[in-house]
């Protein structure tokens, strides 16, 4: 499977590697973009300074440009957080798309949103102030609508980010236990 993985509002830092590397061990092809230009944050507030200095706009672009010489071939998009706002946003307007892979993150859809059957998968913290469930309560009705198969998982107690061993929302059972469904789903398409 073709993967493309975006990275968290912290930038490309060693967790998205790891997870690369994760990936392809599980026999994938995966590639991370740069979407910082060598940029990483190292705190929460330093991640919400680098993402506005740039701006959702311009990190859309440089995403879009990332996926493109890859989209004819069916790419599964993935994302950590921010990463994966991004990567819904590409997948939904993908026709070739596989599949959506997203970690901590989701994003709004537009009205007009329609993909045929979309394999998607969710895994987050829950509580997660960033993904909260009157939030995923609107969201998942959207995607269904928009005509993705979802499924969500939920980590309870987890942090936002609990994949990333280098934050404080490391959750070294939660995070396990979504790559093996992360890896589950990938084989499942």
């Known amino acids: 499977m073709d993967i493309l993985l975006f990275h968290s509002a912290y ?9 690369a590397d994760r990936l392809r061990a599980a026999g994938h092809q995966v590639r991370v973009p740069d979407l910082y230009e060598g940029q990483t944050a190292g705190t929460e507030e330093e991640a919400a300074e680098l993402r506005e200095s740039i701006g959702n706009d311009r990190l859309l672009t440089r995403a879009v440009k990332a996926a493109a010489p ?3 071939k069916g790419l599964v998009y993935a994302g ?3 990463g994966g706002a991004l990567a ?6 993908d026709e070739n798309a596989r599949g959506l892979l997203l970690l901590h993150g989701t994003s709004d859809l537009r009205e007009d949103a329609a993909v045929d059957d979309l394999p998607v998968q969710l895994h987050v913290a829950d509580p997660d102030p ?3 469930h009157e939030w995923l309560s609107l ?5 269904r609508r928009a005509g993705a198969d979802v499924e969500i998982y939920r980590y309870p107690g987890a942090g936002h980010l609990f994949t ?8 070294a059972e939660a995070a396990e236990q979504a ?5 589950g789903f990938l084989d499942s398409l």
């Open 11 to 19: 930038g490309l830092r060693p967790a998205v590697h790891e997870a």
């Open 70 to 72: 890859f989209s004819d």
């Open 80 to 82: 950590f957080s921010l």
């Open 88 to 93: 819904q946003n590409l997948a939904l307007g």
């Open 130 to 132: 960033a993904e909260t």
């Open 139 to 143: 969201w998942y009705p959207q995607m």
């Open 164 to 171: 990333d061993p280098a934050l404080p929302d490391y959750d």
């Open 179 to 183: 790559w093996r469904t992360a890896l």
